[in-house]
């Protein structure tokens, strides 16, 4: 633990997370719908848009966030990328490491960069096209399958924390909003 608190955990720790689409200089990006950050694939380490901590700081809501991986955080993205409109959402696996803030549905963490992109059932053409430019740009796995394969291949291939560093973190942690 650092002095903050904050919990320093070794290897990379895998999570569940939504991107909103964003076209910078006539290329798809990956963007935080909720923070306006574009991810950009040489520049993963979060920083504080509020003040000159390191991030994550456990009385802030800086990092990079993702949902712990479950049934129901699973439901959750896959249901909101299967409207497939324009500015649409995609869903995937996120690799973190360095740094990590827990809470009770997800971690903030001091790097993160996108490592699954998940490819819906039924997609369009279009969506499939711009999905693949994603994964060439930031060097993505595409993974494709129902919720409950897709929980399983990350289970096997891309864990996530286990549930006594879960636990250990939902008590007496709030809920983080506003995040990158
Ligand atoms: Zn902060």
Redesign the pocket.
């Known amino acids: 633990m650092t002095k903050e608190g904050t919990p320093v955990v070794a290897g990379h720790v895998y999570g569940l997370r939504l991107w909103s689409l964003s076209t910078g200089d006539g290329d798809f990006r990956l963007s935080s719908a909720n923070a306006r950050h574009e991810w950009r694939s040489n520049e993963t380490r979060a920083k504080?848009?509020?003040?000159s901590?390191a991030?994550?700081?456990k009385h802030?809501?800086?990092g990079y966030y993702c949902f712990h991986a479950n049934r129901e955080t699973m439901l959750k993205v896959l249901m909101t990328t299967r409207r497939q409109v324009p500015g649409v959402f995609i869903a995937g696996v996120v690799k973190t490491w360095g740094r990590t803030e827990v809470h009770a549905d997800g971690i903030r963490s001091e790097f993160a960069s996108p490592d699954v992109l998940f490819l819906p059932g039924g997609a369009t053409a279009a969506y499939k096209a711009t999905l693949r430019e994603l994964a060439d740009k930031y060097g993505a796995e595409i993974w494709t399958g129902s919720g409950p394969q897709l929980l399983q291949r990350m289970e096997q291939d891309k864990p996530g924390l286990s549930s006594s560093l879960v636990q250990a973190g939902r008590r007496g942690r709030r809920r983080s909003r506003g995040t990158t």
Do not use: L, Q, Y
């Open positions: 504080c848009g509020k003040d901590h991030a994550p700081a802030c809501s800086c």
